[in-house]
């Protein structure tokens, strides 16, 4: 192994960032060093809220719908899920602001989904609703957007070169994925971890179940004329593909449920479970050049606050923050560069907007943590909780290698107060609607229906 280098800059221009960058993290990512599609950091997360309007939010289900875009600001903390919300309840008039709204609590219900069930979310969380039999790897010719149908093949390749993919785009390559190719959803579930700038455990694990019906009572499954509506005809109008979306609903139902379902061509070998690796052996972390007089206490920036306003960070302006990337974790699971220059834009905004000094690095994250501390002298580690696995983890092995270190740990932002258990979004959004919508619900909402 070799020793991790010292602190990345935090003052890199975004020319300069696929160079510096790559070969800070040579060997913990896929792909070439590129910028991210969209550029990362509550400037820019900031900027994107407030140019979005959100008129004709009402056609969301439509490829052509005018959706936020925000998923990847709010996924790494750069805009928080309050100013979120009060910004559609400014803009947005009833039933577009409601849907809206019942929208962002999906993200919220997810989060509260993972707290809950911790690891357990990256394990079918039922049984199928249907005799499944998923191979686990994702088939070349998918990842290689080389399937011969015109829709799958653009969504691949938008989700690599986007980050992004709209919700309907996401619901549709997931069901071709699990049901018509007969992959696992966890498969899945990788290869939009990978791409996806706004990808998470919660939201994408459990979206992937929900498709799956191991999250849901029922798969998820579309035909060619969903998908020909709500993309607006964009492959279908010219497509000379054997469509396998083509029938009925109660047709494809029979096709795909009843009996085994279809391989189109073998998988390659792989899968397996990546968050379950066990972490790499790390070198004990190159030493640390405090910028900064010694501090009572430091702060642990990850990925889940990367702005000024994380409750950790607001609470101790003075003091010194880290933030790591995580050496053995993206050793061990594929992550395309693009995410990672996205995080970096949002510590480097963090960096720019303190005046306390802030350090990034590549290595163990708790020992990291532990000799950071010790090297600005530091008792207390401060924090923003999330409700990741790798949290507790990592905060164990801080506790191990720094026993004195007392930690403290701020809750992160929510958009509601609701603490019980949760099962299905219907019966958490009936308990939060109240709350969340400030209110009654305009007479047109939507009661139920397409997530
Ligand atoms: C298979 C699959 C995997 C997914 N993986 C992720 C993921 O890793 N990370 C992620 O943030 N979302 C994920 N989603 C949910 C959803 O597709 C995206 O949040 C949404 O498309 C982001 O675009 P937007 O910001 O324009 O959404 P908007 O429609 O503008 O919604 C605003 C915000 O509400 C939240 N939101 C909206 N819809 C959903 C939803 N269905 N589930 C959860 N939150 C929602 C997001 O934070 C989003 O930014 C996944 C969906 C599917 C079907």
Known sequence: MTAPPADLPLDLPDAQLPGVLGAALAGLYTGQPRLPARPGGRAAGLAALHAWTGAGYRERNHLSGN????????????????????????????????EFLRQLTWG???????????????????????????????????????TDLPCVDAWVTHLIRDGWLHNHERLWFAAYLIHWRGVHWRAGYAFFREHLLDGDIASNALSWQWVAST????????????????????????????????????????????GHLPRQSPASPGGGNPHRAEPAQEAEPAPIQPTGPTSPRVVWVHGDGLSVTDPALSACPDAPALFVFDRP??????????????????????????????????????????AFAR???AGELHVTRNFTPEFTRILAGVRAAHPDLRVVVHEPERLTSYDGPVRRFFGFWKKVEREVLQG????DAPRRGHR
């Open 215 to 258: 999250f849901s009572n029922k798969p998820y499954f579309m035909n060619q004329e969903n998908i020909e509506r709500f993309s607006g005809g964009r492959w279908c109008r010219t497509c000379t593909a054997n469509c396998p979306f083509r029938g009925s609903y109660e047709e494809l139902e029979a096709r795909l449920f009843s």
């Open 329 to 370: 974790f993206l050793s061990g699971v594929p992550i395309a560069f693009p995410r990672l220059a996205f995080m970096y834009q949002g510590v480097r905004d963090i960096a720019a907007a303190r005046r306390a000094p802030t350090h990034a690095r590549v290595g163990a994250v708790a020992g990291e943590l532990a």
């Open 375 to 377: 090297a600005y002298g």
């Open 108 to 146: 919220e219900f997810f989060r509260l989904v993972l707290r809950q069930e911790g690891a357990r979310v990256l394990d079918n969380l039922e049984e199928p609703k249907y005799p499944a039999h998923w191979t686990d790897a994702l088939p070349d010719d998918v990842r290689a957007a080389r």
């Open 67 to 98: 959706v936020s875009r925000l998923s990847m600001y709010l996924r790494h903390g750069m805009i928080g899920i309050r100013e979120v919300a009060a910004h559609a309840r400014h803009v947005l008039r009833g039933r577009e602001r409601d």
């Open 440 to 443: 009654a619900p305009s007479p």
